[in-house]
């Protein structure tokens, strides 16, 4: 047994084995029942150590690749080839999505990490952080030792709820669940809502961590195009014939989980559909960590009470409760005016930084898909280039981090387009590149 790892990675030497194993189990069509290397030959097939062959055969064991005999070894498990028909495509998804996390945190601090869906460090605005830091030292102790309550601190979900009646969303206190974060509010919803088998739609290009999530669980994940002016719903239609979907997510007879963890950043609030619905049909979704700090995880569920209820169950067993450490410094910033005023100052930093990325890329002659009202993201694509991919690489000679817009489709179909942060944008690499993008 043979394929190529990679001992410079940052992805452990176990899971590279794992992902190895499989698709050679994949490619090579062998049956059920075949035997597989002993762990001694493995290691030494491989140059990897004992430990490391022990270690993936258990994982391969746990997700029903492979069976043991004692005294005889290890064999592809007769369900083998239902597990990979299943998994298969998922588990290549699931690649796909954890190799560009782990690009994006082992990329050095000299890189400038263009693709990536934060502020740049030299953004962010550490005194009044502090302050609140120091507060919640100093006032609370239990704030430092104690579990929040399963639902979240209730002045903060209160001081939620004010902020929601802005965007027109009206909203009871005991329908506001807090979540360590958006990725974690995305993971709840679809542990509650969403088996094995079950079909939903995505919005194409979208947050490849979701889909991440939805093959995780085993979900057949269904693109539907995103338009200059929303979802495609012509194509939804037309999709509806053949799908019936438990669940529609989308930046901004199945529910809607509507993903606004970028809210802060939009100059003028525009209606959502949870405001439209008024929680009926829409789940909400809203984060703070993207504007205030990554450190701090904290975000939020919006939903119709008895949905509430159930999140909360699967929040106790998965996670007992998010940080009250991080829920009371950042309700501390919403009760002080701290937060507000530094949503206002980024907002006009990006505001500032969008209009010369889109002259600048404008200028160069890239494509833009559509000229964002606000935000920190533009999609763009080269005329002479088919597949970004050749792009990343040719940003990875200059010292810059970027993102192929396959990881953005549920389908990882090869595309042209890709997504930069404005933020990044004043750096001289990024000027440097977009101008001359084949180096």
């Known amino acids: 047994m043979k394929f190529d790892l990679d001992h410079n990675s940052q992805i452990p030497m176990v899971q590279q084995v794992v992902n190895g194993m499989?698709?050679?189990?994949?490619?090579?069509?062998?049956?059920g029942g075949?035997?597989?290397p002993s762990i001694r030959r493995l290691s030494a097939e491989l140059g990897v150590s004992r430990n490391v062959a022990i270690e993936a055969y258990e994982h391969l064991l746990?997700?029903?690749?492979?069976?043991?005999r004692p005294g005889s070894g290890f064999y592809i498990a007769e369900s083998a080839a239902s597990v990979?028909?299943?998994?298969?495509i998922a588990a290549a998804g699931l690649k796909d999505v954890t190799d560009e996390i782990w690009n994006?945190?082992?990329?050095?601090?000299?890189s400038l990490k263009l693709g990536c869906g934060w502020l740049p460090n030299t953004w962010r605005e550490g005194d009044d952080l502090a302050y609140a830091i120091r507060h919640v030292t100093r006032q609370s102790r239990a704030g430092l030792f104690d579990y929040s309550t399963p639902m979240g601190t209730p002045e903060l979900r209160m001081l939620i709820q004010e902020r929601l009646r802005l965007l027109n969303i009206d909203t009871d206190t005991q329908q506001i669940l807090l979540t360590g974060g958006g990725s974690h509010a995305l993971d709840l919803i679809v542990r509650l809502m969403l088996k094995p088998g079950d079909t939903v739609f995505v919005e194409s290009p979208g947050y490849y961590n979701l889909f991440g999530l939805l093959r995780l669980q085993q979900v057949n994940v269904v693109g539907v195009p995103r338009l200059v002016d929303g979802p495609d719903t012509e194509r939804m239609a037309s999709l509806l014939k053949t799908h019936k979907p438990k669940l529609f997510f989308t930046n901004s007879v199945f529910q809607i989980v509507e993903d606004d963890i970028y809210a802060d950043f939009q100059q003028d609030p525009t209606i959502r559909l949870a405001a439209l619905d008024g929680l009926r049909r829409v789940i909400y979704?809203?984060?703070?960590?993207?504007?205030?700090?990554?450190?701090l995880r904290v975000g939020f569920i919006v939903a119709e009470s008895g949905m509430i209820k159930q999140l909360v169950d699967v929040k106790?067993?998965?996670s007992i409760a998010a940080s009250r450490f991080a829920e009371q410094v950042l309700m501390t910033m919403l009760q002080n005016g701290t937060y507000r005023k530094l949503t206002e100052r980024l907002r006009t930093k990006l505001s500032g930084q969008m209009a010369s990325t889109l002259n600048l890329v404008k200028n160069a002659g890239w494509d833009i898909f559509t000229e964002p009202a606000g935000g920190m993201f533009i999609w763009v694509r080269h005329p002479k280039i088919e597949c970004s991919t050749q792009l990343v690489r040719n940003a990875q000679r200059a010292g810059i981090s970027l993102s192929p817009g396959h990881v953005f489709l549920p389908d990882a179909n090869s595309s042209p387009w890709m997504r930069i942060n404005v933020a990044y944008m004043r750096d001289v690499?990024?000027?440097?590149f977009l101008s001359n993008p084949f180096g």
């Open 22 to 31: 499989r698709e050679w189990i994949a490619r090579h069509a062998a049956g």
């Open 285 to 295: 979704l809203g984060s703070f960590s993207k504007s205030l700090s990554s450190a």
């Open 34 to 36: 075949s035997r597989l």
């Open 104 to 110: 994006l945190f082992q990329a050095d601090d000299a």
């Open 62 to 68: 746990a997700q029903g690749l492979v069976r043991s």
């Open 316 to 318: 106790m067993l998965t």
């Open 84 to 88: 990979l028909s299943k998994g298969g």
């Open 429 to 432: 690499r990024a000027t440097r």
